[in-house]
């Protein structure tokens, strides 16, 4: 079975983290895609394609044979479509971040459930080829009891001009710390309390750039940690255990091949260089080892692959709706300044 689709938004999130995955699937077919203003020069190659290019979102809304949108405009944005869709019968993918408060991820989650509809967003990162390193090293036992796993996310941008947006849902958190955080949440699921250190540490007039937050899961610590002043390179990924230790240096390459323009049918698509694989070391029998650990292949596809299953064939949705509100709950805290709290739903 074709699940026909349609995209809200015609910007970078469409063109480049979706599209390129959705089009080279023959279980999808995109039927139209809506955009607020037209792009002739940008639509014609999709339009080749056999993708209708709408203006008014009823029509979108409208086609009773598109099942699932996909959403990829701004956050500001994301609840109020993704609710419009449910309203009119559709399943829903949403960019991150899903929405800003847990207030409106409830209602949207309570929707779709009364809908019988399937809602979530896209949280491609858990298959990037740095994560799914990481979760090798960790099945592969070497590591014995994992006690701390720490994971970055870089920049060296010190230039931080005043931004026009002075939301506190603008910054560093919801914008790349949804993903760092969701990867441990889909590892080990809520946890017992949340450290939080969030700042501005460019431009005080700016929301976030900077955050340290660290998640209690019993006697595993997991930090996550984003910066925009690291010049030198840190590890993506560290963790330690009683038995030994992991750590892998480099990000996953599918976004730099998207934005070079490749395909994800290319060879050599968003493969890790040998320089960057990671590395465990540990005791055996009190014999000290270390070994190199080749990186899986990511595809963010997976997400879309998973997706199909839920709405076509009854599977459980990869994110699921308490992973959902874990995510939003400790991102909203961190923002809003509120002291670390027991987590539970």
């Known amino acids: 079975m074709t699940l026909k689709m349609g995209f809200i938004g015609f910007g970078k999130s469409t063109t480049i983290f979706h599209l390129p995955y959705v089009l080279i699937r023959d279980?999808?077919?995109?039927?139209?895609?809506?955009?607020?203003?037209?792009?002739?020069?940008?639509?014609?190659?999709?339009r080749d394609q056999n993708i209708e290019f709408v203006y008014r979102l009823e029509e979108l809304l409208h086609d009773s044979e598109i099942s699932l949108i996909t959403i990829c405009t701004s956050d500001d944005t994301h609840f109020d479509y993704a609710k419009k869709c449910l309203e009119h019968g559709k399943h829903v993918l949403v960019e991150k971040p899903f929405c800003y408060t847990g207030e409106e991820a409830k209602e949207l989650l309570d929707l779709a459930a009364n809908k019988n509809l399937i809602i979530m967003p896209y949280q491609n990162r858990r298959f990037d080829s740095d994560f799914l390193a990481l979760q090798q090293a960790i099945s592969s036992r070497k590591l014995g009891r994992v006690t701390e796993i720490e994971s970055h996310f870089d920049y060296y941008r010190p230039e931080a001009p005043d931004s026009n947006s002075s939301s506190r849902y603008g910054g560093a958190v919801y914008g790349l710390g949804v993903h760092l955080i969701d990867q441990a949440v889909s590892l080990f699921g809520t946890p017992k309390k949340v450290y939080y250190d969030i700042r501005s540490v460019r431009n005080p007039n700016n929301s976030d750039d900077y955050f340290h937050i660290e998640l209690f899961y019993g006697e595993l610590k997991y930090i996550v940690k984003m910066s925009h002043l690291v010049k030198q390179p840190?590890?993506?990924?560290?963790?330690?255990?009683?038995?030994?230790?992991?750590?892998?240096?480099?990000?996953d390459r599918q976004e730099e091949d998207l934005f070079s323009g490749k395909s994800p049918l290319e060879e050599g698509f968003g493969l890790d260089p040998a320089r960057s694989f990671g590395r465990i070391a540990w005791v055996d029998a009190g014999e000290e080892k270390e070994e190199t650990l080749l990186t899986p292949k990511g595809d963010y596809g997976t997400v879309y692959d998973m997706l199909y299953e839920a709405v076509v064939n009854g599977a459980p949705k990869p994110v699921t709706d308490e992973e959902i509100l874990t995510v939003i709950e400790i991102l909203e805290r961190g923002v809003n300044g509120e002291s670390p709290k027991v987590l539970s739903y």
């Not at 002739?40 to 999709?46: K, N, R, S, V």
């Open 27 to 46: 279980r999808y077919e995109v039927k139209k895609i809506y955009s607020r203003s037209q792009k002739p020069e940008m639509e014609q190659p999709y």
């Open 234 to 251: 840190y590890p993506k990924f560290i963790a330690h255990g009683t038995g030994g230790s992991f750590i892998k240096y480099g990000i």
